[in-house]
């Protein structure tokens, strides 16, 4: 059986030169990747209390619904600002170059829910604290925050301390 790195796509001098792309269409393309992706991932829940998975835009749907649907609990999606049709929650936060918004709805989490918190990559940080604010905000405690891959050189872990995070595949540089 193949690890879960042998299904990711690395893609030397992308978006510029020095930079190592980790491409995850290579796992979602692949049916025994996307299988061990989702359930290498859902591991990281076997033992812990959690009402609701939440997952960041885009990816984190790919990966959070399976895993919502395999514990039957409900998804709550965190969308990029103006995407969502009801009252919601915003929290801003920097970008390489700029800055960016996400949104819940406001009704979405419940005080007092236990959140697992879903997506694809931690690079610096930046979106899932926003996420985690916004769950904060509307009373849920976040429990866990799950990635598919980290880049430990971007040190967006650290933006996270005090929350228990975990990553399947950790890649040193950047």
Known sequence: MKKIEE??????DFPEPGIIFRDITSVL???????LAINSM??????????VIAGT???????????????????????????LPCETVSASYDLE????????H?????????VAIVDDLIATGGTIEAAIKLVE???????KVIFLMELAGLH????????DVESVICYEGK
């Open 7 to 12: 299904y990711v796509r690395s893609i030397p």
């Open 29 to 35: 393309q692949d049916a025994e990747g996307l299988q």
């Open 42 to 51: 859902q591991e990281f829940l076997k033992d812990v209390d959690v009402d």
């Open 57 to 83: 835009e885009s990816r984190g749907f790919i990966f959070g619904v399976p895993i919502a649907y395999n514990l039957h609990k409900p998804f709550v999606p965190i969308r990029k600002k103006g995407k």
């Open 97 to 104: 170059y700029g800055s960016a918004t996400i949104e819940m």
């Open 106 to 114: 406001k009704d979405s989490i419940k005080p007092g829910q236990k």
């Open 137 to 143: 905000e509307l009373g849920g405690e976040v429990v």
């Open 156 to 163: 967006g872990r650290e933006r996270l301390k005090g929350y």
